[in-house]
């Protein structure tokens, strides 16, 4: 990047992306961020980390980023810009800020659909070095710069086929469908309990915290999925 450039500059300048990166001010009065994107190929950014990574996201996952702003437009066309966003729209939010993928053995795949986190985490850990955990999520990665024990990534409870991380982004873009983002199907992962992740948790006691490691049918560990009235000024995403 051209040191001293803004931001949207030096995304453009850094890569190819499926959007143009303009400053944030060339988003009209009242129109919709998602609906703006979509039309004009045009992704406002505003200086600092949270759009830094997302124009990040839009270079990494260029096939992704752009179905689940479809997904966005789509939804704007069909209802509107109404006082709550609907399953559909919260579910594309919720991973294009917070989601991950994961390919890995279908023994941690169940241990982790059950919640059973020492099963993940400790008894089947030698398993993980078979495993790739990828962050989608722009505004977990800006949080991970200041990393916390319950950082929670919302991880697509589809398996990414193994030996296709090459292929992730166009594998992923098919499965963000309307249909299947309606059912919200998503598992939560607390990141840093990943082995590797943080030299802390190597200590096994690490996972002896249930307000982090909670078991099945209790509250989800993390952020709740933002299903809030619309703000008066529209999210990124």
Request: aromatic fraction near 10%; hydrophobic fraction near 40%; proline fraction near 10%.
């Amino acid at each position: 990047m051209r040191q001293g450039a803004a931001l949207h500059d030096a995304l453009n300048i850094a890569g190819r992306a499926p959007v143009h990166f303009v400053p944030a001010d060339e988003l009209p009065s009242g129109t919709p961020y998602e609906r703006y994107v979509f039309e004009t190929r045009r992704c406002p950014v505003r200086e600092g980390t949270h759009d830094f990574f997302n124009g990040l996201a839009w270079r990494r996952f260029p096939h992704a980023k752009t179905q689940l702003n479809a997904v966005h437009a789509e939804q704007i066309r069909l209802h509107g810009i109404p006082p709550v966003r609907g399953a559909i729209r919260d579910a594309a939010t919720l991973f294009d800020e917070n989601g991950a993928i994961l390919s890995a053995p279908t023994a941690l795949w169940e241990a982790l659909a059950q919640r059973n986190w020492r099963a993940l985490f400790v008894e089947l850990r030698p398993l993980w070095r078979e495993a790739n955990f990828v962050i989608f999520g722009h505004a977990l990665l800006e949080k991970l710069l200041a990393p916390r024990k319950d950082l929670t990534a919302h991880v697509l409870s589809l398996p990414c086929p193994q030996g296709s991380l090459g292929k992730a982004d166009e594998w992923l873009a098919g499965e963000l469908t309307p249909e299947r983002l309606a059912a919200k199907p998503f598992l939560p992962l607390p990141v840093l309990g990943i082995p590797g992740w943080s030299a802390l948790n190597e200590d096994f006691s690490f996972y002896d915290d249930a307000r982090i490691f909670r078991p099945a049918g209790r509250q989800e560990t993390g952020p709740a999925a933002p299903r809030t009235t619309q703000p008066s000024a529209p999210p990124r995403a």
